[in-house]
């Protein structure tokens, strides 16, 4: 079982559409990170959480530590949100806290 | 351009030969990762370096593999006698030194026929 999943993997979404982005782990954690990867392969911070929820724009993500649980909403979605989303925890001391750990990715298509 | 740049973006070779991947990371980033990412998958750690130090190499990094940061600035990661099985795309990234944002690489796609 991989230390991070991610729900749905592929997710297709009509514009102005609410979505939601789910990552589970299994290990303890001191940040998670939610990154974006156009293709071409291109990857971009989005998020970085420790607890709580954080706001960009039309972005929101949540992560709730004791459920181990993280979600990335998009409001008002757009076709140039299309794209993959990736879920990657770093670990909590020693060796494991600066590498990432990542999911394999939710591919989102928005449809205009 | 401040941000991480990767030479060369894509690598076509045959099984066999040798290859080597460079990575110049933002200017006062004094940590260096290197990722391998295959297709449908999420990136997987490979090495890591803090200033011109190896912390760390992980399982999936064979002996045909060797990374090195030699000044604590630009990195390079070689692979020996590659095999199809390296086809990927090699990501780079790098941050300061308190563990924050991870500033990613464009990539180098590599396609071993």
């Known amino acids: 079982k991989n230390e991070v999943e991610q729900s749905p993997q592929n997710l297709t979404a009509q514009e102005g559409e609410f979505i939601t982005i789910n990552c589970s782990y299994s290990v303890g954690i001191s940040a998670l990170h939610w990154l974006q990867q156009h293709p071409g392969g291109g990857i971009v911070s989005l998020f970085m959480?420790?607890?709580g929820k954080k706001k960009h724009g039309r972005l929101i993500a949540t992560i709730n530590i004791q459920e181990k649980h993280s979600s990335l909403h998009i409001t008002a979605s757009h076709p140039r949100d299309s794209a993959v989303y990736i879920c990657a925890v770093r670990g909590v001391s020693g060796g494991s806290n600066y590498k990432l750990t990542f999911g394999k990715g939710t591919l989102l298509t928005v449809n205009p | 351009d401040t941000g991480v740049s990767q030479d060369p973006r894509h690598k076509i070779t045959k099984r066999g030969q040798n290859v080597t991947f460079r990575c110049d990371p933002i200017s006062e980033h004094n940590r260096l990762y290197w990722y391998r990412q295959t297709l449908g998958q999420g990136p997987e750690f490979l090495t890591y370096?803090?200033?011109?130090?190896?912390?760390?190499k992980s399982r999936l990094l064979s002996d045909r593999f060797s990374a090195e940061r030699p000044k604590g600035s630009f990195s390079t990661l070689e692979i020996q006698r590659t095999e199809q099985g390296d086809s990927a795309m090699y990501l780079c990234?790098?941050?300061?030194?308190?563990?924050?944002?991870?500033?990613f690489g464009p990539g180098t796609r590599l396609l071993v026929l």
């Open positions: 990234a790098s941050s300061p030194g308190t563990p924050v944002y991870q500033y």
């Open positions: 370096f803090q200033n011109e130090a190896q912390l760390e």
């Open positions: 959480l420790s607890s």
